[in-house]
């Protein structure tokens, strides 16, 4: 018995030592526990913010393919109607732009073809005069600086 008293013993002191381990890694795995809680919880936040942007991202997508296919069939439309207009700019007689210069006052459907090209080349041409914000002025005399010379003009039409 008194062997028994003294394992017991051993055995108590060595179950003390054991219970503050335990008590030790339970408050430990309590931290992790709390760490990773909260870790989960920021990961469940951002993929629920990826997962409306991901959403917003497909309806973009949608939207992006219909333009680009309106714009596939709009461009298939215009390259004909450009080459058809190309092939008429190269027919178009120069000596009618000294007759077109020599008015005081075009006809109004002439002076608005001007206009419109002025308008179009804005940027494009360096004879087509322009404001500070790169408007072009649409006056009869800076439409005819911009048909000065015919087959210049004929060139930038065309490009």
């Known amino acids: 018995m008194k062997e028994t008293a003294e394992v ?5 002191a ?3 030592v054991k219970t503050v381990e335990v008590e030790a890694k339970k408050a ?3 931290e992790i526990e709390t760490v990773v809680g909260g870790e989960k919880a920021v990961v469940e936040e951002q993929n629920e913010t990826a997962t409306i942007a991901a959403a917003d991202c497909d309806k973009i997508k949608v939207n992006c393919s219909a333009i680009a296919k309106s714009a596939k069939e709009d461009l298939d439309k215009a390259v004909p109607l450009v080459e058809e207009t190309k092939r008429d700019l190269e027919g178009l007689d120069e000596k009618a732009f000294g ?3 020599s008015f005081a006052k075009p006809p109004e459907p ?3 073809v001007l206009f419109s090209c002025m308008c179009l080349l804005a940027s494009v041409d360096p004879n087509v005069s322009c404001d500070k914000r790169g408007r072009p002025q649409l006056e009869w ?4 600086i911009m048909i000065n010379n015919p087959k210049a003009f004929k060139v930038v039409l065309t490009e």
């Open 141 to 144: 005399k800076t439409a005819k």
């Open 14 to 16: 060595l179950l003390k």
């Open 99 to 101: 007759i077109i210069k």
């Open 110 to 112: 002439v002076e608005k």
């Open 8 to 12: 017991v013993t051993e055995l108590e």
């Open 28 to 30: 430990e795995s309590e």
